[in-house]
């Protein structure tokens, strides 16, 4: 029987940046389930993230992310509020075509915002946690969100200091991750399965 239990998730809002420093990560490798969950931590203190705006073409989106060599990115609105996350693997991905085909348009009329993850979709848990945590408390808390990230908030200022990515989860710990989202018709069990095929 599995002895790692999930952490305490609230959905995701508000969020800001850090401005203090983090405990820094070690150097990644094939993790062990019961190593300390900060060594995936992504840390957007020592590695902050960049932003593209809402309204961005998804070519343009890409465009950033390859030059940045970045994997995933913030999508802020007109006000710089954080409203999503763009990745490179959702990008590529055949959900952009599926969004395409929902919307009645072609691939290159898409914006971020029609295909970004929105944080309000997103779960967060406090960074005390990752600090008291090991890998598999991760793993089992991503797989019963069941979403692409697991967002860091600081305990004192709620602001966002880190994330976890399911695709580095996948990679590192060398394991099958199942995340269970919910859905409301087949098309959505369609576009899941092949998303996580393609990762």
């Known amino acids: 029987m599995n002895a790692f239990t999930t952490l305490k998730t609230q959905p995701?809002?508000?969020l800001t940046f850090?401005?203090?420093?983090?405990?820094?990560?070690?150097?990644?490798?094939?993790?062990?389930?019961n190593e300390p969950a900060l060594q995936l931590m992504r840390n957007l203190v020592l590695n902050p993230?960049?932003?593209i705006e809402l309204g961005a073409d998804i070519d343009e989106a890409s465009l950033?992310?390859?030059?940045?060599?970045h994997k995933v990115s913030f999508v802020i609105d007109a006000h710089n509020n954080i409203v999503g996350l763009i990745s490179k693997a959702r990008?590529?991905?055949?959900?952009?075509?599926?969004i395409a085909d929902r919307l009645n348009c072609n691939r290159k009329d898409l914006n971020v915002g029609d295909v970004m993850i929105p944080i309000q979709s997103l779960q967060q848990i406090?960074?005390?946690?990752?600090?008291?945590?090991?890998?598999?408390?991760?793993?089992?808390?991503v797989e019963q969100s069941g979403a692409d990230f697991l967002l860091?908030?600081?305990d004192t200022n709620s602001s966002f200091v880190g994330y976890f990515d399911l695709i580095d989860l996948a990679k590192i710990c060398g394991a099958n991750i199942n995340t269970v989202k919910p859905a409301n018709k087949f098309s959505d069990i369609v576009d899941t399965l092949l998303h996580h095929a393609e990762i």
Do not use: C, M, W
Not at 126 to 141: D, L
């Open 12 to 14: 995701a809002a508000n």
């Open 18 to 33: 850090v401005t203090e420093q983090l405990p820094s990560p070690t150097n990644q490798h094939l993790l062990d389930a």
């Open 49 to 51: 993230i960049q932003h």
């Open 64 to 69: 950033i992310l390859n030059r940045t060599h």
């Open 91 to 98: 990008i590529g991905s055949r959900y952009i075509l599926s």
């Open 126 to 141: 406090s960074f005390q946690q990752v600090e008291q945590s090991n890998v598999g408390h991760i793993v089992k808390t």
């Open 152 to 154: 860091v908030i600081d």
